[in-house]
């Protein structure tokens, strides 16, 4: 994957919420279409990333908190303290992030933080052609801390 970029391996076209969505509406995007994670951006119209809700902290800060799902709002449960990746980075920034973090999903934005795309562990093993990139990130998502 010489020369390869994040903008070719990221999933594009991916669902946003804004932070005062409300978090059931969230799951149910994210059951609608089989994903794990959902950017939250500023607006509809920028889609600066500002943070990211994904299925674990639905399922700790919410289920396991015993909070009401129809009136939380993704704000209250959103990860603000992202590692994100730009499209013009080499792919390897991303897988090696991914790795670094034990993150199954990396937000992918442009030159002026709005969201561009997703990368997620399925994107490095399918689009990503490199089996030992692949297990790499695997193995240290799925690492003991």
């Known amino acids: 994957m010489l020369g390869k970029k994040c903008s070719d391996l990221m999933t594009i076209d991916i669902e946003c919420c804004l932070p005062t969505d409300k978090v059931q509406t969230v799951a149910q995007t994210m059951k609608a279409q089989d994903i794990g994670a959902v950017p939250v951006v500023d607006s509809p119209h920028t ?23 129809r009136e939380t709002t993704v704000e209250r449960v959103m990860s603000q303290d992202m590692v994100m990746c730009k499209a013009q980075d080499d792919w390897q920034t991303a897988v090696d992030a991914m790795a670094k973090h034990q993150l199954r999903r990396i937000p992918v934005v442009d030159d002026h933080g709005r969201v561009a795309g997703i990368i997620a562990q399925a994107d490095v093993a399918t689009r990503g052609k490199q089996p030992e990139a692949t297990a790499k990130v695997v193995e240290e998502i799925s690492r003991v801390a």
């Open 47 to 69: 889609r600066k990333l500002i943070g990211i809700v994904t299925d674990r902290d639905l399922a700790l800060k919410i289920v396991a908190e015993g909070m009401d799902s």
